[in-house]
């Protein structure tokens, strides 16, 4: 069991930076692939960064490549999104996830552990 703990969101203007943070508290932490997803009201759950469990694999979203950047820490059992130039459409819940599988997924399915998510608003 995985338990994930999202922080570093909040309100924004057009044009800023957050930098949000999730804190795992399983030992295992870098075995696990993870990655951030974030859904706006109404819409589904889209998927934005995910990184490898060495951090060598790091897909993007087309909407946020170039803007934002994932990392993580093995030693602090924690993974970063480090958000640039944000824009009034990245306004969202973001979600820190976990997966087990051997291969980077850009998919929910692809994780098994979710995190409750940090508010993100972007003002124009």
């Known amino acids: 069991q995985v338990q994930l703990v999202e922080s570093g969101g909040g309100l924004v203007q057009a044009g800023g930076s957050l930098r949000l943070s999730c804190a795992a508290s399983?030992?295992?932490?870098?075995?696990?692939?993870m990655a951030w997803f974030r859904q706006a009201p109404g819409k589904e759950r889209e998927f934005v960064a995910a990184?490898?469990?060495?951090?060598?694999?790091?897909p993007y979203a087309e909407s946020v490549k170039g803007r934002f950047v994932i990392s993580r820490d093995n030693a602090k059992n924690s993974v970063y999104l480090q958000m640039n130039s944000l824009k009034p459409e990245d306004t969202a819940v973001y979600y820190c996830a976990a997966g087990g599988t051997i291969a980077v997924s850009t998919s929910t399915l692809g994780y098994t552990y979710w995190g409750q998510g940090t508010q993100v608003t972007v003002s124009s």
């Open positions: 990184i490898s469990r060495r951090g060598t694999n790091t």
């Open positions: 399983s030992v295992t932490f870098s075995t696990y692939s």
